[in-house]
């Protein structure tokens, strides 16, 4: 347990370096009101944070910044709800007083709004994207070089997509296929089908399918739009307007991550509903251990269909992205339950 004092002064770095992005020091954190103590007692209780691990050195300077223990700290104990401004609060009732007939209108509306207010990339998966599964999948020629595959959900939902076929495959090679991904597939979720195809099909095509390797890129190009139209993605290059990221060299892989639908999906779902936070390390995908993401669910009727989320450094206003996506959130819950219950 920290003392009182040690997170005053750990509330007054993260504080800090969220607002500069640079390291804090004790003189920095003496001139705040109310604390009362010199600048040398601070530098003790500095030295002690970062014993315990909640503060990190980055350089030979007296500075300290937050570790993952720190934000993990300030986010669940000492971060404060946040008041919207009157331009954040104009901004997004706006976007529930537009009169937006599509559902998926308002999703990609709902995640450029929220980069414009929080200056952050964005995400929001579309409703019941976790909820679809695979039921059937049959492709059918339509010459000798093209065919269409069609992905029948258990919902019943019917999915359509137009494959190029490697030349001159025989049909029985085509049933083949159709027959594996049938018995492997079966009920899995479809933003994962990319990744199960490469995990637990491909080894068995390998067997059986000729050729092999030219079907393996038609199916995964089947699987690709499965997801697509259900993610959107705003405000990918405001990542680069942090400090920490302005090395193009950094960010490379996580720009690469952010173009791949079926990664983004292993990113934010965690299978958990509500308010979910993954500071740095605590995320699984070492592109992100320098990152942020916060995330929550917006509901139809008391059921979670979705989720809205931010991506950012971990030097992220968290009080002001938790009271955005919170407002979003309802707000959202309230527009799909209008639409699907009639009024």
């Given at each position: ?9 750990l509330n007054a770095i993260v504080d800090n370096y969220i607002r500069s992005a640079e390291p804090v020091g004790s003189r920095t954190i003496s001139k705040r009101e ?34 993952t223990k720190g934000y993990r700290f300030y986010v669940d104990n000492l971060v404060k709800p946040q008041h919207l401004s009157e331009e954040e609060l104009v901004n ?252």
């Open positions: 347990m920290l003392s009182d004092r040690q997170r005053f002064i109310g604390l009362g103590i010199s600048s040398a007692t601070i530098r003790n209780e500095m030295a002690d944070l970062e014993e315990l691990g909640y503060l990190e050195q980055p350089h030979t300077s007296a500075g300290r910044v937050p570790s997004l009732k706006q976007l529930f007083a537009d009169r937006i007939t599509h559902v998926e209108q308002v999703i990609e509306h709902t995640a450029s709004i929220l980069s414009q207010v929080t200056n952050y990339t964005s995400i929001v998966l579309g409703p019941e994207i976790f909820e679809h599964r695979l039921k059937h999948i049959q492709i059918v020629p339509l010459n000798d070089q093209q065919a269409v595959a069609i992905i029948v959900t258990h919902t019943g939902r019917v999915e359509n997509t137009l494959l190029d076929l490697p030349a001159g495959i025989p049909a029985a090679e085509i049933e083949k296929l159709v027959n594996i991904l049938n018995s492997k597939l079966q009920d899995v979720p479809l933003w994962q089908l990319r990744q199960r195809l490469y995990r637990e099909v491909a080894s068995e095509m390998r067997r059986h399918v000729e050729p092999y390797e030219e079907m393996l890129v038609t199916i995964e190009n089947a699987f690709k739009s499965e997801s697509a139209d259900r993610i959107f993605l705003h405000g990918r290059a405001k990542i680069i307007n942090q400090p920490e990221f302005r090395d193009v060299e950094k960010v490379r892989d996580l720009f690469e991550l952010l173009e791949q639908n079926d990664q983004l999906m292993q990113l934010f779902n965690t299978q958990e509903t509500g308010l979910m936070i993954r500071i740095g390390q605590e995320n699984s995908m070492d592109v992100m251990k320098n990152c942020s993401i916060v995330t929550t669910s917006y509901y139809l009727d008391g059921k979670p269909v979705g989720t809205v989320g931010i991506l950012g450094p971990t030097r992220l206003e968290y009080a002001k992205v938790i009271a955005v996506l919170d407002y979003l959130a309802i707000g959202l819950s309230r527009i799909l339950t209008d639409r699907f219950e009639g009024r």
